[in-house]
């Protein structure tokens, strides 16, 4: 560990999804601007060991770090917003430390002690933080803990977090993100929640050292000072952090209110870059704010039940990757969430597609409306509307083209009939053995894999290298049994494993559709704003195209 190493714990008060995420990426963004190496880990007080056996749709998408492990969605913002690939130690959740502290102790591994929760829990704890930021070889390790402030679950993180700052009291700070309501009746920013949250964080033995007051207003000085006195805070550690169109402007709205100076202050910093900070993004998001041109994109999968707001959650990083490579061709995409089982009861509505400019089959599991997401497939497909398939999305448009081009109208995946008798897409030998025990956490094809790009393809042209590394999240593979026929027939393995047995990019050559082109892989989890993903890019500027033709 450096000398003087610097932690930040951000901590969430008055109720939850307010934003702690972002607030702490933004941290970390200006941090990096003012020229410190910056580490942020997520801490997930559930007892999942990681996020791969959760439901998208109520937790949100499973977040692929190049490693494998499958962590929480503010990982994807972490990578985003501060340009970095995460290890396993920057992700931690109580079941995973639980777990490790258990099995030590079968090993005998704390030689015949009582085995606690405090101090052995909080002690494996800080461990992690402090591999995590040697890891890195970081100034400041920015830890979130998730969760609001009273819940039962976040206390032995925060019990951690306290420990540490006893022992360095100038190295640590605590960060609360508060949220301040403006009730319909008295029309009037509330200070008391946020009171309240302080207090019980108090009751903890920790003073935050920021608060930073979330709200649909900024919060305006009578109330800054209110928050000040009552919070036992100087005012300026009081940040305004009003609701504000795009989360990419928060860095700079934080700014606004000098959080920089306020955090280098309370943390004994000097900055060591004075001009020039965050040159970069700010150009990003005047792309954003001033882009002109329009495109409809439709996203067409199993939706149902749920409604917009976990569908955006569960897809983050694909819309997310959709929106970079768009601002920086001066455009704004719209998406529209088309359920495709519509299709399936439905088969003349599939002609409301030729309203957009682009379709988006992104990655999913099981039976449902797949039907309709093949008719769909076979629809852009003859009618030349740009296509981009991702995971479940290209093995699809593999079954589709199998069906109704090859002829073979039993082709299917094995996922949803093991006995069609031509399983184009087809279980790898080791995952039989792991479903067959039962075993489904962490068993999938995961993380980062090479791939290697037929030159002169859609795919080699986007990508200008011949050489790539995407992660991956999936179970079911194109089965090379069938390639050379499917290939025969005109649909092109672009991308394949270095061995050559896996398929990695399925594409449509571009004198027979302006964009057609499937990944095994998921692109979406590498599109960084300063630096969108290609596939994404070739797609919007097909979508543009179309559009202008
Ligand atoms: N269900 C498919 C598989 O497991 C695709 C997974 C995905 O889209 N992430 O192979």
């Not at 398939?389 to 199998?402: H, K, T």
């Amino acid at each position: 560990m450096k000398k003087n190493h610097k932690y930040i714990f951000v901590i969430g008060g008055v109720m939850s999804g307010v934003g702690k995420g972002i607030a702490s990426s933004s941290i970390g963004k200006i941090l990096q601007a003012k020229g410190f190496k910056v580490n942020p880990i997520k801490v997930d007080p559930y007892l999942n060991v990681d996020a791969g056996t959760m439901n998208p749709t109520e937790h949100g998408e499973v977040f692929v770090l190049d490693s494998g492990l499958e962590t929480d969605q503010d990982m994807g913002n972490y990578e985003r917003f501060l340009e970095m690939d995460l290890k396993d130690d920057d992700y931690m959740t109580s079941g995973m430390i639980y777990r490790h502290v258990i099995e030590k102790e079968r090993n005998l591994g704390y030689k015949g002690k009582t085995v606690e929760a405090i101090p052995h829990i909080t002690e494996e704890i800080v461990s992690r933080w402090k591999k995590s930021a040697e890891h890195h070889n970081s100034d400041v390790t920015l830890v979130e803990i998730g969760g609001t402030i009273g819940d039962y679950q976040n206390i032995l993180f925060i019990e951690a977090a306290r420990n540490l700052k006893i022992k360095y009291p100038d190295d640590v700070a605590f960060i609360i993100v508060t949220y301040l309501p403006i009730p319909g009746s008295l029309g009037e920013m509330k200070t008391r929640p946020t009171q309240n949250a302080v207090r019980q964080l108090n009751s903890y033995g920790v003073q935050p050292d920021i608060i930073i007051a979330r709200g649909t207003e900024p919060l305006d000085a009578k109330r800054k000072e209110k928050i000040a006195i009552s919070c036992a805070i100087n005012p300026e550690n009081v940040i305004s952090a009003p609701d504000i169109e795009s989360i990419y402007d928060v860095p700079i709205n934080f700014e606004r209110d000098k959080i920089s100076s306020v955090i280098l202050k309370v943390l004994h910093m000097k900055g060591r870059v004075h001009n020039g900070d965050l040159d970069e993004w700010k150009t990003f998001v005047k792309k954003r704010a001033k882009a002109k041109k329009q495109l409809k994109i439709a996203v067409v999968g199993k939706y149902f039940d749920t409604g917009e707001y976990t569908l955006s959650d569960a897809y983050v990083s694909v819309i997310e990757a959709v929106k970079f490579s768009s601002y920086w061709k001066d455009t704004r995409s719209q998406l529209t969430w088309v359920n495709s089982k519509e299709y399936e009861k439905n088969p003349k509505k599939i002609e409301e597609l030729r309203e957009f400019d682009g379709i988006i089959v992104p990655g999913g599991f099981g039976e449902s409306g797949i039907e309709g997401v093949i008719k769909t497939i076979e629809f852009v497909r003859k009618n030349k509307i740009p296509f981009l398939g991702l995971c479940y999305g290209m093995q699809l448009a593999v079954v589709e083209y199998s069906r109704n081009v090859l002829g073979w109208k039993k082709a299917h995946t094995a996922e949803i009939n093991p006995k069609a008798s031509r399983l184009v897409i087809d279980i790898m030998p080791e995952q039989k053995e792991n479903l067959k025990n039962g075993n489904y956490g962490a068993t999938m094809r995961l993380g980062a894999y090479p791939a290697v790009l037929k030159k002169g393809s859609v795919a080699f042209e986007a990508y200008q290298t011949g050489k790539i590394s995407e992660r991956h999240r999936h179970r079911y593979e194109v089965n090379p049994e069938y390639v050379p026929d499917i290939e025969k027939a005109g649909l092109i393995f672009s991308g394949k494993s270095p061995s050559g047995k896996l398929m990695e990019i399925a594409e449509l050559p571009k004198d027979v559709h302006p964009f057609f082109l499937g990944t095994q892989f998921h692109p979406e989890l590498k599109a960084r704003p300063l630096h969108p993903h290609p596939l994404f890019t070739a797609f919007v500027s097909a979508c543009l195209k179309k559009q202008s033709s």
